[in-house]
């Protein structure tokens, strides 16, 4: 038997569905990451803290891969999975230092 969500719909193939997409955008990511171009300005405070600090779980993905504002959505959304890892918060002048990088060299 098929769970249904009361309307008809099928939860669980909306389930698989979700997760195959959410697998292949983070292989996606994974395999642009690799494969890309080292960090602009690599050298600089900013490009050092973003490579430290976002590569504690994953590769430091080129700034241009993502506009301004997709960087600040993101940048949300990493502080809220930091928490929810356990991890400290950035210092709000790191974060400051990160997002102003990831501005400058977005898309």
């Not at 395999?31 to 050298?43: F, K, M």
């Amino acid at each position: 038997m098929i769970e249904t969500d009361g309307q008809g719909e099928d939860v669980a193939g909306a389930n698989r569905v979700g997760a195959m997409v959410s697998f292949g955008l983070a292989l996606t990511l994974l395999l642009v990451g690799a494969c890309s171009p080292p960090l602009p300005d690599a050298e600089s405070p900013a490009a050092r803290l973003y490579a430290r600090e976002c590569g504690i779980c994953h590769v430091a993905y080129p700034p241009h891969m993502l506009k301004p504002a997709m960087w600040e959505m993101q940048m949300g959304r990493m502080a809220l999975l930091r928490s929810q890892r356990g991890l400290s918060p950035l210092p709000p002048p790191d974060a400051k230092a990160i997002l102003d990088y990831l501005k400058k060299h977005a898309g």
